[in-house]
């Protein structure tokens, strides 16, 4: 069965510093995906990235980058200049194939990130 | 951008009645999943849908039925809701772009059963 753990359940950064939100992972699936959702108070989640599992070079999407190191089962989302904004749950998640075609995701218990003055 | 909602977005009902949480994606997609969310905690999937006429179990055992009639529309219903109800049920659909298959959320339907 594949696993995500978030070790950080809440992380402070000030405004327009980086941070870096860690994620290990474990599966036996020699091809997986890993994704980012953004899920601000309101509840809604919002899709941030994605890294597969063959990808030659770390995902990068505006403000967001994607530290995956294979060898050691990680993929730690990367927030530069951090705005007011980004204070939310961060929740890092697994593609797992399903019967029939589609995936499911395995999901980590998030990081809460708040962004201050 | 995904275009998928869900009513109501917040619920507040008493044990026993029957509800029918609404979720509709007007992306065409072919798989539609719903996940259940406790406060803080990660999500469990607990039905997903290939197509029409077509509904799977998932990981989280759930009281809770699915129907998928048309391609859009993927309803999950509660024929007696009880206090352990009481969650956000996020609903989801996904299409395969740039070479993989994202998931795209609605809003959510925070539930609260008294």
Redesign the interface.
């Known amino acids: 069965a594949q696993k995500i753990t978030q070790t950080q359940p809440g992380m402070f950064v000030q405004e327009k510093e980086a941070v870096t939100l860690d994620c290990t992972y474990d599966t036996s699936d020699p091809s997986y995906?890993l994704?980012w959702?953004k899920q601000p108070s309101?509840?809604?989640?919002?899709?941030l990235i994605?890294q597969?599992s063959y990808d030659q070079q770390n995902a990068t999407e505006g403000r967001y980058s994607l530290n995956f190191q294979k060898a050691r089962k990680s993929a730690n989302l990367v927030i530069s200049a951090s705005q007011l904004g980004d204070s939310a749950?961060y929740?890092c998640a697994m593609?797992e194939a399903?019967?029939?075609?589609?995936?499911?995701?395995t999901?980590?218990?998030?990081t809460?990130l708040k962004v201050e003055l | 951008e995904a275009d998928i909602y869900q009513t109501p977005r917040y619920l507040v009902i008493g044990t026993g009645k029957k509800i029918t949480l609404e979720c509709s994606q007007t992306m065409g997609h072919d798989k539609m999943y719903w996940y259940q969310q406790d406060p803080g905690m990660e999500l469990h999937l607990i039905h997903y849908s290939y197509g029409v006429n077509s509904t799977e179990k998932g990981d989280l055992s759930s009281e809770s039925t699915v129907s998928r009639i048309r391609t859009e529309h993927f309803p999950l219903t509660l024929e007696s809701a009880r206090p352990s109800h009481t969650s956000q049920y996020l609903c989801a659909s996904s299409a395969r772009g740039r070479g993989l298959e994202t998931q795209y959320f609605g809003p959510g339907t925070r539930l609260l059963v008294l």
């Open positions: 995906g994704f959702y309101s509840g809604e989640m919002i899709f994605y597969g749950m929740f593609r399903i019967t029939g075609g589609g995936n499911k995701l999901f980590g218990t998030g809460q």
